[in-house]
């Protein structure tokens, strides 16, 4: 089982590791609905800015606590894999300016793209698992509940991490009476190289791509 996040940091600190709270640093926000409302938001990867903030942070950390390094390289890197971000931003911008406004609408498996949606102006119809953590289950309300807002929404598809089973997803597609696709996105992990989403670029592009494609299609 894994340890909670302060255990592994305090571990870490027990050990003469620094450790940096990126998530703290980046204008976190909290869960809107679910079981996690209020709580604070992790999953402030799905906003490409978020995570450029994150690499400046990052790298002020590395050059004031970690001895040996070249303050200049670092911060030579910083920019440049910002410029990235920053590209990348762009592109993502493009490719969901091919959604009908009406049709930025989510449903995922649990809740993870509150930052994408913030971002790119999506709105988060819901998720078939109401919680910020896949360790959680959904009642037969919740699942009514969310096939009523489907129905109610007209949404064209529901997105489900590459990593889990769809099983939740499929049911909730067949209890919401309409025709909708169940699309896997790379939410929590990446891939081994060659498997679509070996870094933070590809795997954001590849769920870029998915998400224009699962939205657009009639």
């Not at 590395?62 to 390289?73: A, K, P």
């Not at 930025?104 to 119809?125: D, E, K, M, S, W």
């Not at 049911?171 to 025709?179: A, H, I, M, P």
Request: glycine share 8%.
């Amino acid at each position: 089982e894994a340890l909670p996040d302060e255990t592994l940091r305090k571990v870490a600190e027990d050990s003469g590791v620094s450790t940096l709270a990126v998530g703290e640093a980046v204008d976190p926000i909290t869960y809107s609905a679910g079981e996690s409302a209020r709580e604070p938001d992790p999953h402030f990867w799905t906003d490409p800015e978020r995570v450029r903030s994150a690499v400046k942070v990052i790298a002020q950390h590395v050059v004031e606590h970690v001895d040996g390094v070249d303050r200049s390289v670092v911060e030579k890197n910083a920019s440049a894999y910002g410029a990235r971000i920053a590209e990348l931003t762009g592109w993502m911008d493009e490719q969901f300016g091919r959604i009908p406004p009406q049709q930025r609408q989510l449903v995922t498996n649990h809740h993870v793209f509150g930052y994408l949606a913030q971002r790119f102006g999506f709105r988060i119809v819901g998720a078939v698992i109401p919680s910020g953590t896949t360790l959680a289950s959904p009642s037969a309300s919740d699942l009514t509940s969310l096939a009523t807002a489907i129905r109610t929404s007209g949404v064209r598809a529901i997105f489900v991490d590459s990593s889990q089973p769809d099983r939740l997803a499929q049911v909730l597609k067949r209890e919401s009476g309409v025709d909708v696709d169940v699309v896997p996105l790379f939410s929590e992990s990446l891939t081994a190289k060659g498997k679509g989403a070996a870094t933070y670029l590809q795997m954001m592009r590849a769920n870029t791509e998915s998400i224009a494609t699962g939205l657009t299609t009639e």
